[in-house]
């Protein structure tokens, strides 16, 4: 038996996140990892988009300036480097348990990898710190690296951990992913999808959902992108069974 502990879509904040690793004991003040993490008996899974803030006054937040203009290179440097930061002490968490941490790869990771889509908020402000032909800065050599081993999915006997959904097109973060609209819609409009896939269950993030997570018990799936509402998902999981997953639940931190 072991404990999951998933969490939501991160977008650059990181003092949320390390609120519910410390929240679910999963790190300490030290922000290393912390005794059940270092034996395995809990497994942290972040779903993916680590980088890119949602809206334009997260930018300012992390950027520590009044109002954040996306035309502006000093403003971009500023948002890269703060995020830097964030990736650098989240790389030495992971590195330190990597049996028991699992990064996913989003699509705004992705994003920051390979510059050919820009990628924007809901507001309009397109997401161009890291890159550099929009006046943004790369991702140092580093970061890129252990970014680029970042796994697509993870599965654990029938349940699967992956940024979008259960299809092996939603992971693939191409022209076609982003002309289609059934990667944000697939939960609503064909749910039915994760027991087509042969999964006992699934978890997703890549939608924000009102009122926190969504747990659809009848389809068997949890969509997590709330970290913003302050919730992280907890599973108790035993692969050896027929019925792995022994319980599932929203934990408000």
């Known amino acids: 038996m072991q404990k999951f502990i998933a969490i939501g879509d991160v977008h650059a904040d990181f003092p949320r996140l390390w609120d519910a690793l410390r929240a679910a004991s999963c790190a300490g003040a030290d922000g290393l990892p ?14 993916g988009d680590l980088v890119h803030p949602k809206n334009e006054r997260e930018y300012a937040r992390i950027s520590g300036v009044p109002r954040f203009d996306p035309g502006n290179p000093d403003h971009l440097l500023l948002a890269a480097s703060a995020q830097f930061d964030g990736l650098v002490r989240l790389r030495t968490y992971q590195q330190a348990a990597p049996h028991a941490v699992h990064i996913l790869l989003g699509n705004h990771d992705d994003a920051a990898l390979n510059t050919t889509f820009v990628l924007g908020t809901s507001g309009g402000m397109r997401h161009t710190e890291f890159d550099p032909e929009h006046g943004g800065v790369p991702l140092p050599g580093a970061l890129r690296d252990w970014m680029c081993g970042f796994p697509r999915e993870l599965r654990v006997g029938g349940v699967q951990f992956a940024h979008v959904g259960p299809l092996p097109a939603h992971t693939h973060y191409d022209d076609l992913f982003y002309a289609d609209h059934s990667p944000k819609r697939w939960f609503r409009d064909t749910p039915e999808y994760v027991a087509m896939a042969g999964l006992e269950f699934g978890v997703y993030g890549h939608t924000q959902v009102p ?41 408000p931190f």
């Open 34 to 47: 912390t005794p059940p993490v270092c034996a395995g008996l809990y497994q942290v899974v972040l779903i």
């Open 211 to 251: 009122d926190g997570i969504l747990l659809d018990e009848d389809h068997r799936f949890a969509m997590i992108d709330a970290l913003q509402s302050r919730e992280y998902l907890e599973l108790m999981l035993d692969p050896q069974s027929e019925t792995p997953v022994q319980s599932v639940r929203a934990v």
